[in-house]
């Protein structure tokens, strides 16, 4: 590929950080690759460090400059060059310690729709992979399967869900152990009643194990607050339909951060960036991609429509439709895979929304009047499925068999024991509920209502013989409508034992 022109969804470049395109050419006369950003290498690598084999970049991967967004930007200087190091250093630690996520032949299929018999193929025959330090974009139409393909790589499947296919951690069979992996909703499900540091702050010590001393679990949960730009609404409650607190794109914020407490080696996002403007969209998922690079963790986040910023910030993208891979690779090579096979994303239009555009068969019948004249979607479709399986998908089964052989087992994070998480658990729970006005003050009312009606049941019941057994039955009573009424609570309570 020429180094020059810019692609032309690129921004403009900024002094610190020049832009690269795939394959062009860098200072040291290596080419760039996204896709291997693990990587550091080529004239620092030489310099400085080789990346082990095993690991990205490791022999042959040497080749590659790492030169993703984020990435290193040319510095001068000894301080520079200091600074590169511990980065290359920082990165080379984080994949050896990183989860290799890999699916393969991946096909799900849930009851048909509508009471009709048989069943419906909601994923079909899907392989790729997703590698620490990386973030990883599922892209495609709303409901094509972003969330059941999150889904069943974190093993959440609905139970009327069937899977085929396998999937792979560090190349082996295994159940994703506590605190490997986290995964953001797209529901909120937050308590309303409090505020972003006690939800934040409970969390961690739900989820941190009981021998970080308690400064240190309110020093991280204040720092992943920060993190998310959320600082200013620190003393907010959250708030919900009732009452009016923080806004959604906030509470996603709180979301994300409650989940990254705890450093999972792989975190699962469902629409992050939904409900933010476009640049608390760029700040979360910038900050995310960051946490990736430094901690080695291993991101997959399901995006409807990034803004080009944020689309730059990917490092592999997975655009699926209607259940089917249309293209898997680096986020940075898709446009030139849709100009490859005819598709070429018009000037200045963001690529995310070209590829949309192009694979979403929903709207195409109220189209048909428009006078702009466009390939119909199932062909588009059907073309870049064909070019991606005789083309990209070797390469995705190739790198995919490399991840494989990493093979090492993870290790679970310490928790919080039992004993702790009761105590967090009721302690939170005392505290909703005594905010909770309506559900409190309900609850009096109804207690003052049965104290007064049992009072005057069993008015002036006097002392004799027959008032032994109308207090014991009264005893009786009372105690079967406390046990009662706090049972009403328990699921919930159980819910959230599970949920920590
Ligand atoms: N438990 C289920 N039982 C039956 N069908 C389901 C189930 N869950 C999802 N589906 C169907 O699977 C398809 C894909 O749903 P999914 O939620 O994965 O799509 P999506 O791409 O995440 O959509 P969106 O972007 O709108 O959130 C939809 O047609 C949906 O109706």
Not at 181 to 192: D, G, K, R
Not at 463 to 488: K, P
Request: glycine share 10%.
């Amino acid at each position: 590929m020429a180094a020059s022109p810019l692609p032309r969804w690129a921004p403009t470049p900024s002094p610190t950080r020049p832009l690269r395109t795939p394959g062009t050419p860098t200072a040291g006369g290596a080419t760039t690759s996204p896709w291997r950003s693990c990587v550091p290498s080529i004239t620092f690598s030489s310099i400085f460090f080789r990346a082990p084999r095993g690991l990205p970049g490791g022999s042959h991967d040497v080749d590659h400059q790492y030169s993703h967004h984020g990435g290193i930007a040319p510095l001068d200087g000894v301080e520079a060059v200091q600074r590169r190091q511990d980065e290359i250093m920082t990165t080379a630690t984080a994949c050896s310690r990183g989860v290799f996520l890999t699916w393969d032949d991946l096909s799900v299929t849930a009851p048909a729709a509508g009471g009709r018999k048989g069943r419906a193929v909601i994923l079909d025959g899907l392989s790729g992979h997703a590698r620490p330090g990386e973030v990883l974009a599922l892209m495609g139409p709303s409901g094509c399967g972003k969330t059941t393909l999150l889904d069943a790589l974190a093993g959440r499947l609905s139970p009327n869900m069937k899977m085929r296919g396998d999937i792979l951690i560090n190349g082996l069979r295994e159940k994703l152990a506590f605190g490997t992996s986290a995964y953001v909703t797209q529901e909120n499900m937050l308590m309303a009643t409090l505020t972003v540091t006690e939800a934040v702050g409970y969390s961690a010590q739900l989820q941190l194990p009981d021998s970080m001393p308690v400064a240190e679990k309110r020093a991280r949960a204040d720092r992943a607050i920060k993190q998310m730009g959320l600082a200013a609404v620190a003393d907010v409650r959250i708030g919900g339909r009732v009452c009016k607190g923080i806004s959604g794109g906030q509470r996603k914020r709180v979301s994300i951060c409650v989940e990254l407490l705890a450093s999972p080696a792989l975190l699962f996002l469902d629409e992050p960036t939904s409900g933010l403007d476009s640049a608390a969209s760029y700040h979360v998922m910038s900050r995310i991609a960051g946490l990736a690079r430094r901690d080695g963790m291993t991101v997959v986040a399901a995006v409807h429509q990034p803004s080009t910023e944020v689309f730059e910030l990917f490092h592999g993208l997975c655009l699926l439709a209607s259940g089917r891979t249309v293209y898997f690779g680096p986020a940075s090579d898709a446009i030139d895979f849709f100009d490859a096979n005819g598709f070429p994303c018009p000037l200045r239009r963001n690529p995310s929304d070209h590829f949309l555009r192009m694979i979403n068969k929903d709207f195409e019948e109220s189209e048909e009047g428009s006078t702009i004249v466009s390939p119909r979607a199932a062909e588009v479709i059907q073309t870049l499925m064909g070019s991606f399986i005789s083309r990209g998908s070797l390469r995705t089964e190739k790198e995919a068999r490399a991840t494989i052989k990493k093979g090492t087992s993870l290790i679970p994070q310490r928790q919080a024991t039992f004993l702790t998480k009761t105590f967090v658990l009721t302690k939170r729970s005392i505290v909703n509920m005594h905010r909770d006005t309506g559900y409190y003050w309900l609850r009096f009312v109804i207690y003052i209502a049965i104290c007064l009606s049992i009072g005057t049941i069993f008015f002036n019941i006097g002392s004799n013989f027959a008032s032994i057994q109308a207090r014991a039955s009264m005893l009786m009573f009372t105690s079967t409508l406390l046990t009662m009424m706090a049972i009403g609570g328990f699921p919930s309570f159980v819910e959230d034992m599970k949920g920590q």
